[in-house]
């Protein structure tokens, strides 16, 4: 049962372009929301989170947007760069369990020149 | 400030076999989580410690454990290795019980088991 869903498991965005990377999940108990990005053979960096008490949390060229009562959220970057072509994961967890994260199975971004 | 340290990097081991991995946190978080990364499965929580405890736990069998250690470092310990252990072991550190610390994570160590 994949709690945690990223449907769209690539994404090409032309440089300069914003990217849309989105998010469903299904247990209603997820109150805090993490956007991880990864690249080979390196760990998951943190990039940006959100409780479930707010709808917007923006970090420099970084948005992240949450709609609880459609269960989504969704990660917004611009202007999109080639440094960042990654794996972006998204990632829920409850309270009471902060570490204890349900990922997402991550969708491939290219950012192209 | 240094990241969170695992070692080693690459472990191949054989079935039957048992391994154990190792993580130093970043310097001041006290809680230590442990994921595994396979391809069939994506990104797994394997459990959580903080002060020498395991917090949490992940849907995993006993033949996979843990600990912690007085200085926060921890070990991860796989017993009678099978084909499908073979993954991406991610630990990651934080300072609990804080929103605004999320999880940091080491590069990993890639086991192999043949």
């Known amino acids: 049962d994949q709690q945690v869903k990223q449907n769209s498991p690539s994404l090409s965005v032309q440089e300069g372009r914003i990217s849309i990377l989105n998010c469903d999940y299904t247990?209603?108990?997820?109150?805090?929301f993490l956007w991880y990005k990864k690249y080979p053979a390196e760990g998951p960096t943190f990039l940006i989170s959100?409780?479930?008490?707010?709808d917007k949390n923006e970090d420099g060229r970084f948005t992240v947007f949450l709609n609880k009562s459609a269960k989504h959220l969704s990660l917004h970057i611009v202007p999109s760069q080639p440094g960042d072509s990654a794996v972006y994961f998204c990632?829920?967890?409850?309270?009471?369990?902060?570490?204890?994260?349900?990922f997402g199975a991550g969708t491939r971004l290219a950012v192209h020149p | 400030k240094a990241g969170v340290t695992q070692t080693p990097r690459y472990l191949i081991k054989t079935r039957g076999q048992q391994v154990t991995l190792s993580c130093s946190p970043i310097?001041?978080?006290?809680?230590v989580s442990w994921y595994q990364q396979t391809p069939g499965q994506g990104l797994q929580f394997l459990f959580e410690?903080?002060?020498?405890?395991?917090?949490n736990k992940g849907n995993f069998p006993g033949r996979f454990s843990g600990r912690q250690f007085s200085n926060s470092r921890s070990e991860m310990n796989v017993s009678t290795l099978e084909l499908g252990d073979s993954a991406l072991y991610l630990c990651?550190?934080?300072?609990?019980?804080?929103?605004?610390?999320?999880?940091?994570f080491g590069n990993g160590t890639r086991l192999t088991v043949t």
């Open positions: 990651a550190s934080s300072m609990p019980g804080r929103l605004d610390s999320p999880l940091h």
């Open positions: 247990n209603s108990m997820f109150d805090y």
């Open positions: 959100i409780s479930s008490i707010k």
């Open positions: 990632a829920a967890s409850a309270s009471g369990g902060y570490n204890k994260l349900i």
């Open positions: 310097s001041g978080h006290r809680s």
């Open positions: 410690y903080f002060s020498e405890t395991q917090r």
